[in-house]
């Protein structure tokens, strides 16, 4: 009996018959719908050579960079839906841009089909350290103390970021207004500053600086506490209810792609996350690996989508 490495290693038959054409006959294009160095381009690129080792055909990693992630989504909704092209998307351009935005060319849930949700990048609400609060009652606390409220930085309109920031403002009830920034190294750099006293950022982000003193970590904000840094509670613990924010990657195709492709395809990913050297690369640059299958990331995309479309009416974000 082949073994089932041995089956994922051999090209994907769509058909019994000898002339129908194997998957994947030519490279397959990994498309990241933002710049080079990103988390999503990283991951794309240590996540290539284990699907090239697999299928033997090149996994080559595109970068189709701007309007919030939707060029780059765009190209791959118009792909053929062959296998050939699998989007590396992030929960700020798979949900939080197209619920900020309004309107597409496309609606995400149906113009996509979940392969797998790959990792977690968590973030972390973070203080200047002239700030006194340590804990996250003692960070309300102080924030109540403040005539006018506080301001909260983040790497821009529509991260992950700034999402959870709103939903923190809107669980605790305090007065807080949100600086957009572009990207997590300006807003890092005016917390360190003291120009804004809190901040929510990607724990990787937030790491060199707290150590240094520069920062101080409050809480993480996911629902559990991170392999990273176990030390730092969740914002659930600190008193805040119903708060968790995913900062995901996952990768999917265009919809009409044959399941078959899909389900191959989500077994090599679930194989790769599970290798432990794998998973400890992934840790050290702050990524949590999450792994599900495409029928439970598809559900999950939708229910994303029922969870920050209230948060982001009731903020009334407005794209920048």
Known sequence: MPTRRALLAAPLLLAPAA???????????????????GSNDVLARLLAPQLEARFRQPFVVENRPGGGGSIGM????????????VLISSASNHVFHPLIAGHTEYDVRQAFHGVAMLVDVPNVIAVHPSVPARTIPEL????????????????GVGSSNHLAGELFRMRTGLDMTHV??????????????????????NLPTLIPPAEAGRVRMIAVCTSERVALRPDLPTVQEGGVPDYAVRSWTGAFVPRGTPRPIIETLSAAFRE???????RQRLRDLGSEPIYMDPDRTDAFVREEYDRWGPVVRAANIRPE
């Open 272 to 278: 790769i996350l599970d290798q432990p050297a794998i």
């Open 140 to 155: 309300i606390a102080w924030i109540r103390q403040q005539r006018g409220g506080i301001s909260f930085g983040s790497s």
């Open 19 to 37: 002339a129908q054409e194997a998957w994947p006959s030519r490279p397959v294009t990994l498309l990241v719908p933002w710049a080079p160095g």
């Open 74 to 85: 765009g190209m791959v909704a118009r792909a053929r839906p062959d296998g050939l092209t």
């Open 180 to 201: 957009p920034y572009r990207g997590g190294g300006p807003a890092l750099t005016d917390l360190i500053a003291g120009t804004i006293p809190m901040a929510v950022m």
